[in-house]
């Protein structure tokens, strides 16, 4: 059973390009979620998807951030337009079930803006 | 107020020692209780879960729930260098879609 996979591991890039990271979930799981974190901080929750339905965003995702998980696998997390204030280290997690509360996390990807 | 509350650290203890670790939180209704242990650089690790009250052990590692007093901590016994981590409580609540939030975490170093 292969773990939380996140694609690509790092990614620098100048300030107003768009990004897109991939998250491929443990394969039962049908539940899927972005982090996003910074030095020091713990992770910051972004959205949450129930196989492909997008249950919850944070109010902290600005509009230049979408989120998608089309076939309820893989999701997508795209940023518009990027600010340096974007820099961080985003996090997928996926979990099973509601019963099943844990959530597992990917390895991330590292945004740095220039 | 912080949601999810930590020393943020660092917590320094020598080889062998218990290291402890708390947190406090503010949501009432909060079910779900984890900690994960993040090495710098790598992503969170789960390590414990917690649902009700009282003590919960898993090898060297023993979880405390106090609902009452909105309290979990996490023991570490005869800690060891590799124990050197951040370790982040997290609290889900039975509200809105299970969303965990995360504390800021505890940097700990064990001395050897």
């Known amino acids: 059973d292969t773990g939380v996979s996140q694609d690509p591991r790092h990614k620098i890039t100048k300030r107003g390009q768009n990004v897109t990271f991939r998250c491929d979930p443990i394969s039962e799981h049908n539940r899927l979620y972005w982090y996003r974190q910074t030095l020091g901080q713990g992770p910051e929750f972004l959205t949450y998807?129930?196989?492909?339905?997008?249950?919850?965003k944070s109010r902290l995702l600005s509009d230049r951030f979408s989120a998608e998980r089309p076939k309820g696998s893989f999701s997508t997390l795209e940023i518009q337009r990027t600010e340096q204030g974007d820099s961080a280290m985003y996090l997928c997690?996926?979990?099973?079930?509601?019963?099943?509360?844990?959530?597992?996390f990917g390895p991330g990807t590292r945004l740095t803006v220039t | 107020q912080k949601e999810v509350e930590q020393n943020s650290g660092p917590l320094s203890v020598p080889e062998g020692a218990i290291a402890s670790l708390n947190c406090t939180y503010s949501?009432?209704?909060?079910?779900?209780f984890f900690w994960y242990r993040q090495y710098s650089g790598k992503s969170p690790e789960l390590i414990m879960s917690i649902y009700s009250n009282g003590d919960k052990e898993d090898g060297r590692f023993t979880a405390q729930l106090n609902k009452a007093s909105q309290y979990v901590s996490l023991l570490i016994r005869d800690s060891q260098p590799s124990d050197s981590a951040t370790y982040l409580c997290?609290?889900?609540?039975?509200?809105?879609?299970?969303?965990?939030?995360f504390g800021p975490g505890t940097s700990l170093s064990v001395i050897p």
């Open positions: 997690a996926s979990s099973a079930s509601m019963r099943a509360r844990e959530q597992y």
């Open positions: 949501d009432r209704v909060s079910q779900s």
């Open positions: 998807f129930q196989n492909e339905a997008q249950l919850e």
């Open positions: 997290a609290v889900r609540g039975e509200t809105s879609y299970d969303k965990v939030i």
